[in-house]
């Protein structure tokens, strides 16, 4: 199974989206995760922003 581990930001045409490609650790695993390689530095810019209130935050909950 492949799950893709992403934000709402990334799907907005990220400029420094690079996927980062993590396999099951045993063989009979077959989960596939696919996430960002620079997904830490996003969510800091992202919480940052939003603690300054330079973004609004999206309560679509």
């Known amino acids: ?3 893709l ?15 980062k490609v993590i396999s099951g ?4 695993d077959p989960e596939i ?8 530095e ?3 810019m992202v919480r940052y922003l939003k603690k300054h209130g330079l973004v609004k ?3 679509n909950d």
């Open 1 to 3: 199974m492949i799950t």
């Open 5 to 19: 581990n992403l934000e709402d930001y990334c799907h907005d045409g990220c400029m420094r989206f690079e996927p």
């Open 25 to 28: 650790t045993r063989i009979a």
């Open 33 to 40: 995760i696919v996430t960002c390689e620079h997904w830490a």
């Open 42 to 44: 996003c969510q800091y």
């Open 57 to 59: 935050e999206n309560n």
